[in-house]
Each structure stands twice: as structure tokens, then as C-alpha cells.
């Protein structure tokens, strides 16, 4: 028997109202800015799945990705159906390439305007 379930999975990043309207974006959902002591934290809800967050660090570093002496820590799978339209429209609201030279792939490696990875997959 499990313990617990996945709840949220949280983003530390400088804007989360920004970094949220990417997701919304690319995601659908609705955003939702939330008080809590003080801290900004935003949800992001309405989409299929899990839910994501953002939380404000003000020191936040991206990871560096590739990186042989650094961890990009981890990284979110993003599925859909054509990758090289949701590889445009992802550029477009402001993510960046990091790995997408093989196009024979089934998968391709980004950048959110805060620098975290994530990946464009089909199935």
C-alpha cells in the first residue's frame, strides 16, 4: 500500500505569475494566485493531471543543462501530438531549445522562460 499520492509538484522561480502564464500557455488551466504568509505561490488548475505550483525564490539559479558537474534536478514530460508544431508555439511564448538537433527523436529537450527543463514527447 502506498503512502502517500502526488499532490503538486512546485517550481522555484524569480515570477511565478510569469512562469505560470507559460504553463497556462502550453497547458490550458486557469491561474490562481494564492496568499500564504506572506509567500507568493500560484497554482496552476483546470489541467489534466497533476497540478503545478510556482513559489517564489528570489534567489533562484536555473539548472544548468547539460551539464557533466551539474543535476538538472528534474525535468517534466510533456505530451503531444506533433512536435514540431508544439515545438513553434512553446518557442514562441518564450521557451528555448536546449536539445532538439535529432528530429528522428521521439522527444525534445526545452527550456520554461525561468530555465527549467522539460520535454516535448509523442507516444
Known sequence: ??????????????????LA????QVLGGEIKEIEDDGEEWVELTGTAGTTLAFQLAPGFVP???????SSQQFHLDLDVTD?????????????????????TRS?????DPAGHPFCLCTD
Request: proline fraction near 9%; aromatic fraction near 10%.
Open 21 to 24: 502564464r507559460f504553463y497556462a
Open 83 to 103: 512536435l514540431d508544431t508544439a515545438e513553434k508555439e512553446v518557442l514562441a511564448l518564450g521557451a528555448t531549445v536546449l536539445d532538439a538537433a535529432n528530429r
Open 107 to 111: 522527444f525534445r529537450v526545452y527550456a
Open 1 to 18: 500500500m502506498a503512502i502517500a499520492t502526488l499532490g503538486t509538484v512546485v517550481l522555484d522561480c524569480p515570477d511565478p505569475v510569469a
Open 63 to 69: 539548472p544548468a543543462w547539460p551539464a557533466p558537474d
